[in-house]
């Protein structure tokens, strides 16, 4: 597998504090990586040492297979970013902050006009970026990323202040030049929920380790499905199918049947139904990504 | 690179005030003239035989006090065109060198403070025609007047380009430029070795253009010493 950003050992130190540690990152080519952590994990400090703007403690950092602290220019001019919240310049307009790193890219002047119709800031263009709603910031910032066409886009939190509609035009965005144009894309964010849709690979740091690196398809691996059952006399029940070598579990009055098949789930019932029992409800219950990111973040957490 | 990124400053700096400051200092400065001519314009022509040399003189004492003023007020301008948002990391994120970054900010401050001393040098010059100080314009001393102080101030620029950059609270900065304002307007008293003297373009052997081969020499050193700071530093 070829992999566009690869980092080995990279460590950054803050004083005594470690901001990352010993992250080994591997994004494949034309994915996109979802970049999960809790607030505070290190995901902008990864970002920042990915583009340049700081410089490893420890490790290093291969972009397009090139050695970022050698090649930081040849390197960058192939990679579009957004880090964090949005820059701009207030006192200027929207097209005037595209024109801005437009001259310093050498890009077509046309490029301007493509890239604000594709984030919908067209009609906005001439107006001062200072009285833009964060949305639109947001999206002239990301405007801005797209302006030299790169290969790799790297977007730290770049769905953060916009509205729901916003968030998802975003994701088709992103989406489309991943599938169409085949960009590799790293996205960083809080929340599962926002990526789930667009990640096909996904890290999840957590207090500047990465804990899981895999795709999202792994991670949907680990959502185990069960089979909730309410019935009469949960207690008696659950019992029962105890006693038959069943894993069950007892909660909040209901059975719960673990990692259950079809099979499991038809024999659970005839049991129950042969006793005596009542039964109410069979439902599937399934652990959402979410909850899965948040288990994996939980226990550190709690600590 | 430098020519993207200098038409890259030229843009940000729209409508922040750069060229009216350009302006007003070097007005402001040959203003002061025309007050201090208009009150008592027959006690001034009694002073010297040398009315032009005279007159340059007035309007030099002032020059030093605007020009570091001046410096103080464009490189906190300009800094704060980037801190604003820290624009700083999206313009780092861009394939150019840090080094060119500074060096296009430093080169665009020199660009209108040379042209604030161009200026300087048509405001004494049309105001001293219109006094009719003589037929024998010094065009030498005029120009040596108006372009010596800017060369001599280099080392305060590159020090407040520094300060400006590297601190974000822009209070240091300033407060920094305020002392050295104060300092150039004492320094009749103080050593030869200070920088903020050099505007005033005096020295211990009265040689004017020591203070322009100075001002390149250590202007020169302090730019290198913060662009190497500023390339070293990691972006906030």
């Known amino acids: 597998m070829e992999f566009i950003i690869e980092t080995s050992g990279l460590t950054k130190k803050f004083g005594k504090d470690t901001a990352v540690s010993g992250l080994n990152m591997k994004v494949p080519k034309g994915e996109v990586y979802g970049f999960l952590g809790p607030n505070g994990a290190g995901k902008t400090t990864t970002i920042r040492m990915l583009l340049g703007l700081m410089k490893p403690t420890s490790g290093t950092i291969h972009i397009f297979q090139k050695d970022l602290q050698k090649e930081r220019i040849s390197i960058l001019k192939r990679v579009g970013s957004l880090v964090e919240q949005p820059s701009y310049y207030p006192h200027l307009t929207g097209y005037e902050n595209l024109e801005a790193i437009r001259k310093i890219l050498g890009v077509p002047e046309k490029r301007i006009a493509a890239v604000l119709e594709l984030v919908g800031l067209s009609d906005a263009a001439h107006k001062k970026v200072k009285g833009y709603s964060l949305g639109m910031k947001q999206r002239l910032g990301i405007a801005a990323s797209l302006l030299h066409d790169p290969e790799l886009l790297i977007l730290d939190e770049p769905t953060n202040g916009l509205d729901p509609s916003g968030m998802k035009e975003v994701r088709n965005l992103l989406k489309r030049l991943a599938e169409e144009e085949g960009k590799t894309i790293v996205i960083s964010s809080h929340l599962l929920s926002e990526i789930d849709q667009v990640a096909t690979t996904v890290g999840v740091l957590l207090k500047g380790k990465l804990i899981f690196q895999d795709s999202i398809a792994a991670m949907r691996k680990q959502a185990q499905q069960k089979i909730k059952l309410r019935v009469s006399d949960g207690e008696e029940a659950w019992r029962t199918l105890l006693s038959r070598g069943m894993k069950v579990d007892f909660k909040e009055g209901a059975v719960f049947l673990e990692n259950a098949s079809d099979e499991k789930a038809a024999e659970a019932v005839a049991v129950l139904v042969e006793n005596g029992f009542a039964v109410y409800r069979v439902e599937e219950q399934k652990s959402s990504l979410e909850e899965i990111f948040l288990q994996m973040t939980k226990g550190e957490r709690d600590k | 690179m430098m020519g993207p990124l200098l038409r890259t400053e030229f843009l940000k700096i729209k409508r922040k005030g750069f060229w009216l400051l350009t302006f007003l200092g070097p007005f402001g400065v040959v203003a002061l003239q025309m007050v201090n001519y208009g ?198």
């Open chain 2, 39 to 236: 009150v008592r314009k027959d006690y001034l022509f009694q002073q010297s035989d040398d009315r032009w040399a005279y007159y340059l003189h007035n309007v030099h004492d002032f020059t030093p006090l605007a020009l570091v003023l001046g410096i103080v007020i464009l490189t906190s301008l300009m800094a704060s065109i980037e801190n604003e948002t820290n624009a700083w990391k999206q313009l780092m994120s861009l394939p150019v060198s840090k080094y060119s970054v500074y060096l296009s900010k430093f080169t665009v401050l020199s660009f209108f403070l040379l042209a604030a001393s161009f200026l300087l040098m048509v405001f004494t010059l049309l105001y001293g025609i219109f006094l009719d100080l003589g037929p024998d314009i010094p065009y030498a001393d005029l120009a040596r007047y108006s372009f010596y102080p800017f060369f001599a101030s280099l080392p305060v620029l590159a020090l407040q380009l520094w300060a400006a950059v590297i601190f974000r609270n822009q209070g240091i900065p300033v407060a920094l430029g305020v002392f050295g304002v104060i300092l150039t307007y004492s320094s009749y008293s103080l050593p030869d070795w200070l920088i903020w003297k050099w505007p005033t373009l005096m020295n211990g052997w009265n040689e004017p253009v020591l203070n322009v081969l100075w001002g390149l020499l250590a202007g020169c050193a302090l730019y290198v010493f913060g662009m190497i700071d500023f390339a070293r530093r990691d972006v906030k």
